[in-house]
């Protein structure tokens, strides 16, 4: 019943009134009394039970902060450390620190202190302690008062140091994610219980400010089911975020399910989950490698208040033998960086009054915990006089809320963000603010060409406070009709605005501005004319397939029509106003000889047929490849080999042979080279008889290139083509695909039938999918930008696993079993 008492008065303490003595604490009190030595192992995941209140106060160079706000500890800091407990408490709590300086470097005795909290002097019942140097953690352990606990503790701290350097590491980064996920409960049912009309707006960007996932399936529901349905199942809740990663180093990658990621990584417990954060980590296992017939080890999560760490338990704690240690994580010891605050806005932010919010991204933990304070904005005004104004966090809303009864006068403001992370001081992103002033907007002189239509035109509009446009509408002649148009703020005096004319809207048109707050929009007047295609210039070679038509406008044109032979577009291309339209024929027809004269039929997706005069000219000098031979480079050991299907797959190491022979009216000089380039490039490798190239007689080249000898970041479809010495360019032909392969080291499957297989190895991001067959029937979907070292896969169905590449997801690979 002791513990039922102090249980009720840590509810009474933290304002919750559904304690129930009959359901919880007379349950509890049996299960301290009768719990067995292995019983953490069998605990409730849920960090649901109120512990103890520990208060600490960090000091460094001169400054105090309360633990809420100090991300990470550093050498020489000083630390006040006492356990807030109620008056009642009626059994005696032994406080111990410990440092530590890695998994298989015990501490020195020195480096663990105690304090006993029923003590009156206060050296006695508070630990007043300065970090030593080399130390890389910190824990605090909460024990029931026992005749030789401190030597046991002692002995257990420096026995096994690793254990105690994984549980801070762990409950640390539980505590963040806890932290995150109950600011995001807490806003959810805050907001709707005064509004919950609005949860729909504001539970995606509370959800994207904290990394929660969001199930969006909840906003469907009628208004009063929407907020618990949000909150009902935290198993799945939290999402990683890369700054709460770097302070614990448990997981490396971009954002994505904390499931994902550490189900992949021996820092998460290789795949056991904890369903109360969503955590992949055991920390049943992790605490009962330490625990012996004295005392059991309780993890802890510490909820942060100032200076006030409120810790709970996912077990009921036991005042008999083995009686419960409680291990509170403190920061982990050495440098932080601050958080990288970004700016989400391509363009400036409009202030309509003085409720202005500066949206962030890219930390999580700024809204969730107290890390970073006294975040403050310097505004510049346009007479270049500057003020300073406190910020205030708000989840709900996406960022920074300035505090300010009126912000400086003028249209277009700079603000720079600050503040303090912890004891070191970080700068924010900056911002451009601009209020809206109903003035006249005119089209950017030399910025827009004329309208024409059928095309969507984008049109450069020049006026005060763009990014206080909150509508622009289209109106073509004098209709009243007005239509919505999209547009986009460039920079502090231009509006970009797409017009999207159809055939046939000509004449005079009228652009609507309107700003917020504004009554009657401004209007800008432009016209649009009705032009089609100019053809400058139709290229087209003896024998060819493949044509070039020059000219402006050229996206209406539809089909080239020479005799029989008709050639279809396959690729447009701009320089500046001129047009470059790529057309080929659709059955490998080819054209005449060369120089016949000859009427090309061009036809425009209006029905309209242009005709012009070409005359063909002398065929493109032309190669054909005749055989191709891949090279692989030795296989590096404890690297596993890979099986291709097929010869046209160029692994990134490898050497490619490749023969060439010369197609009819060409003939192969000395002087001649073959280019080689990505499909999407129109520059590569450049093989001449000086390197690379060889001829076998005067007709065939061989040629031989590294793929390591193409332009960086190449990859994917290959392609070929003759440069005859004096300048002539054959045609772009098919080669290869290059590849780059991950370097897999293991590929592990347990005994068990039914169970998955591991795959490790590096650049794991290369792969798109591994599946069980060839048909990808059963597959493992890898994310792009994937940065973990092992995947969970299926068992091959056929002895070999089958992989999908990213650079190349049409060739077959394989990774035999053994």
């Known amino acids: ?132 140097k080399g130390a890389r953690q910190m824990v605090v352990l909460i024990v029931p008062e026992t005749n030789g606990a401190q030597g046991t503790l002692v002995d257990a701290v420096r026995g096994k140091p690793g254990e105690f350097v994984r549980a801070s590491q762990d409950l640390n980064q539980a505590s963040l994610d806890h932290a995150r ?23 995606p960007t509370l959800a994207r400010s904290l990394s ?75 605490f009962g490698a330490f625990s012996n017939p004295q005392f059991n080890y309780l993890p802890t999560l510490s909820e942060l208040h100032g200076p006030t760490a409120s810790l709970k338990l996912n077990t009921a704690p036991s005042f008999n033998k083995p009686k419960s240690v409680m291990v509170m994580a403190m920061p982990a010891i050495g440098a932080d960086s601050p958080p990288q605050l970004r700016n989400p806005t391509k363009g400036p932010i409009c202030a309509r009054d003085n409720n202005l919010v500066l949206p962030v991204e890219g930390a999580p933990l700024v809204f969730a915990t107290g890390y970073a304070h006294d975040m403050a904005v310097k505004v510049t005004a346009p007479d270049g006089s500057t003020r300073e104004f406190p910020l205030r966090s708000r989840a709900d809303l996406g960022g920074y809320a300035v505090v300010a009864d009126a912000l400086p006068p003028g249209a277009t403001l700079g603000m720079h963000m600050h503040g303090r992370w912890g004891f070191d001081p970080f700068d924010g992103p900056d911002y451009v603010v601009q209020r809206p002033d109903g003035g006249p907007w005119k089209t950017a002189t030399g910025a827009s060409g004329p309208l024409v239509a059928g095309r969507d035109n984008d049109v450069t509009l020049e006026g005060a406070a763009p990014g206080c446009v909150e509508d622009v509408s289209l109106r073509v002649g004098n209709s009243a009709v007005a239509r919505s148009v999209t547009f986009r703020a460039v920079d502090a005096t231009h509006l970009v605005v797409t017009v999207p004319l159809a055939e046939g809207e000509t004449g005079e048109l009228h652009l609507d501005v309107r700003q917020q707050g504004m009554g009657m929009p401004a209007s800008v007047t432009l016209r649009a004319r009705a032009e089609t295609s100019r053809i400058d210039a139709v290229d087209i070679r003896a024998g060819d397939s493949e044509a070039m038509i020059t000219g402006q406008r050229l996206e209406q044109v539809v089909a080239l ?224 930008g994937f940065t973990g070292s092992s995947l969970k896969v299926p068992r091959p169905a056929d002895g070999a696993l089958h992989l999908r590449l990213r650079d190349a997801p049409q060739a077959r690979v394989t990774l035999p079993m053994n």
């Open 181 to 203: 996920l109950m600011a995001f409960v807490g806003a959810v049912n805050g907001d709707n219980a005064t509004h919950p009309e609005d949860l729909k707006r504001m539970a």
């Open 561 to 784: 029509s020479l005799g029989d032979v008709e050639f279809r577009p396959d690729g447009l291309t701009r320089d500046g106003r001129i047009d470059r339209l790529h057309l080929s024929t659709a059955n490998g027809a080819r054209t005449g000889d060369a120089g016949t004269a000859a009427k090309a039929q061009i036809k425009l997706d209006d029905g309209r047929v242009q005709a012009v005069s070409i005359k063909i000219g002398p065929a493109r000098p032309r190669i054909d490849l005749i055989g191709r031979t891949v090279n692989a480079a030795p296989v590096p050991a404890g690297i596993r080999s890979l099986r291709f299907a097929a010869d046209d797959l160029l692994p990134e190491d490898a050497e490619l042979v490749f023969s060439v022979r010369a197609g009819a009216n060409t003939k192969l000089a000395n002087d001649d080279a073959i280019e080689v380039a990505p499909a999407s490039s129109q520059t590569g490798l450049r093989l001449t008889t000086a390197k690379g190239l060889m001829a076998s007689d005067p007709t065939v080249f061989v040629a031989t290139m590294r793929a390591a000898d193409l332009p960086p970041a190449s990859f994917g479809p290959l392609r070929f083509r003759l440069v005859k010495g004096d300048g002539q360019l054959g045609s772009w032909q098919p080669l290869a695909t290059l590849a780059r392969l991950p370097r897999i080291t293991s590929l592990a499957c347990d005994s068990g039938g039914s169970l998955p297989c591991t795959l490790t190895g590096r650049n794991l991001f290369l792969l798109d999918a591994v599946g069980a067959d060839g048909d990808f029937a059963r597959a493992v979907t890898v994310q792009p």
């Open 1 to 132: 019943m002791m513990l039922a008492r102090f249980l009720a008065s840590r509810c009474r303490a933290a304002g919750l009134t559904r304690f129930q003595p009959t359901a919880s604490a007379l349950a509890l009190a049996g299960l301290a009394a009768a719990w067995p030595s292995g019983g953490a192992q069998a605990a409730d995941s849920r960090f649901e039970l109120i512990g103890p209140d520990m208060k600490v106060i960090v000091t460094r160079n001169g400054q105090d902060l309360p633990l809420g706000s100090v991300p990470s500890l550093a050498e020489g800091d000083s630390l006040t450390i006492s356990a807030a407990l109620p008056g009642d408490q009626g059994a005696r709590l032994m406080v111990v620190s410990a440092f530590l300086r890695g998994a298989t470097n015990p501490p020195p005795r020195e480096w663990i202190g105690v304090a006993r909290t029923w003590k009156d002097k206060a050296t006695e019942h508070s630990l007043n302690l300065t970090v030593p």
């Open 212 to 286: 929660i996932k969001l199930n969006e399936d909840c906003l469907s529901k009628v208004v009063d089911q929407q907020a618990s349905c949000l909150v009902d199942d935290r198993d799945t809740l939290v999402l990683s975020d890369i700054h709460t990663n770097s302070l614990t180093d448990t997981l490396t990658g971009a954002p994505t399910t904390l499931a994902l990621s550490l189900s992949t990584t021996t820092q998460g417990g290789a795949g056991v989950y904890s369903p109360y954060i969503g955590v992949v980590r055991d920390l049943a296992k992790v």
